[in-house]
């Protein structure tokens, strides 16, 4: 007669993880090793899966974003930087970037609208002749906005291929003729010099 088995038995078990590598070893009979074993494979499986759940969109904005990355130039004596990112050591990215680049889709924007936006502002702010010294991380640069609350517009936009003109950013320093002028920042045509002068509380007669 054969002896019963104590019940459960200890057959070793080794899970084998979705990567092709070997996992952990535990007992088949021993129900916390399994559980374990089976929590590993789980978390091996998200772990693998993360950067091709990321949507092709997002990562061609990453990329063009990236594409600047190691630029810097000296504006008023300060060294500005282009804020690159880098991916998680799982391939991920932070979860601002994704949740960024979807809302500004969501918004109607095409992704060749957001990329050009990006180069756009390159331009101005790794410029020297330009004034624009915000080194904005991607994510700040997808959702700062003018306002408070959901109506608020976003800045970005002002970067967008049908919006952008890089002259509006030239820096316009003072010259001997125009030294202490309230004006200097402007190029004002004529039909804008009135309002402009009225704005500052300055007198309009002779003007209009």
């Known amino acids: 007669m054969t002896p019963k088995l104590p019940y459960p038995s200890k057959t070793e078990v080794t899970e084998v993880s979705p990567e092709g590598g070997v996992g952990e070893t535990c007992l088949a009979g021993d129900a916390s090793a399994g559980i374990t074993a089976k ?6 499986t998200r772990r693998s899966s993360a950067v091709t759940r990321t949507e092709p969109a997002v990562e061609t904005v990453f990329d063009r974003w990236n594409a600047h990355a190691g630029r810097s130039v000296e504006k008023d004596g300060r060294t500005i930087t282009w804020r690159s990112h880098r991916r998680r050591p799982d391939g991920s990215l932070s979860p601002e970037i994704p949740t960024a680049v979807r809302r500004c889709l969501d918004g109607g924007y095409s992704v060749e609208d957001i990329c050009g936006a990006i180069d756009n502002y390159a331009t101005v702010l790794l410029g020297a002749e330009f004034y624009w010294s915000y080194p904005w991380a991607l994510a700040e640069f997808l959702t700062r906005a003018d306002g408070r609350g959901k109506a608020g517009i976003p800045k970005w936009t002002q970067f967008l291929p049908d919006n952008f003109a890089a002259e509006r950013y030239l820096s ?8 202490g002028s309230p004006f200097d920042e402007y190029a004002a045509t004529e039909e804008e010099l009135p309002a402009l002068v009225k704005a500052a509380g300055y007198s309009t007669e002779g003007l209009e």
């Open 172 to 179: 316009r320093r003072p010259t001997e003729e125009t030294q």
């Open 39 to 44: 929590a590993h494979r789980k978390s091996v």
